[in-house]
């Protein structure tokens, strides 16, 4: 099964800006993996954040963004706020069908 | 208001079957993709599968292929997963997911709350 890697954790401090990243250690991401980033805290469904060619979802702050950088798909926060703490999950598509989501990535902000 | 509201979650045996059930409200079900999204005590989020509109394709994470099968009732709006020959790993939080395509780019725009199932060794 193929193995998407985000960092397992990262911190930023409030008002700072915070880029999490979602790689394929086999190649590069590109705009064919569609990719698609989520949300969740625990004990709750995700909340998806970025929908679709780096736009983002209806109802999510603008200080959240996607692109694709450096062959890896990226979420970036800008201006970071407490109720940013949470876990950051990426989608990619892997072709015939299949779909992987990266390990997850654990944000504090503090 | 989509909601999707997943149901059949519970204890069982491992090589034991289970039929995990989503009822679809808010929008027109038999227009979208539709999938299984698993995420296991303390662990990440993990697809299992997904099933066109009409059910005439499906498609599954290799660890479940051969074990899960979905299937869906459009006239009853409903999303269902068998479940058979389950193991202790099969153990998590199962959530429906509804997908959405815009400029040729899919994602899951909608979650339900999830229903758990326990595989007991």
């Known amino acids: 099964q193929t193995v998407v890697t985000q960092e397992p954790s990262l911190s930023v401090s409030p008002g700072g800006t915070v880029t999490l990243t979602c790689g394929l250690p086999?190649?590069?991401?590109?705009?064919?993996?569609?990719p698609s980033w989520y949300q969740q805290t625990p004990g709750r469904a995700p909340r998806t954040l970025i929908c679709g060619t780096n736009t983002r979802c209806s109802g999510v702050p603008d200080r959240f963004s996607g692109s694709i950088l450096e062959n890896k798909a990226a979420l970036t926060i800008t201006g970071a706020q407490a109720d940013d703490d949470s876990h950051y999950y990426c989608l990619l598509f892997m072709g015939s069908g299949g779909w992987v989501f990266g390990g997850g990535t654990k944000l504090t902000v503090l | 208001e989509v909601q999707l509201v997943e149901s059949g979650g519970g204890l069982v045996q491992a090589g034991g079957s289970l039929r995990l059930s989503c009822a679809a409200s808010g929008f027109t079900f038999n227009n979208y993709w539709m999938s299984w999204v698993r995420q296991a005590p303390g662990k990440g989020l993990e697809w299992v599968g997904s099933i066109k509109q009409d059910g005439s394709v499906k498609n599954y994470v290799d660890s479940v292929k051969g074990r899960f099968t979905m299937s869906r009732d459009n006239a009853m709006r409903s999303l269902y997963l068998q479940m058979n020959g389950l193991r202790a790993e099969d153990t998590a939080v199962y959530f429906c997911a509804k997908w959405t395509l815009s400029n040729n780019w899919y994602w899951i725009d909608f979650w339900g709350q999830g229903t758990l199932v326990t595989v007991s060794s």
């Open positions: 086999s190649g590069s991401v590109s705009s064919s993996n569609q």
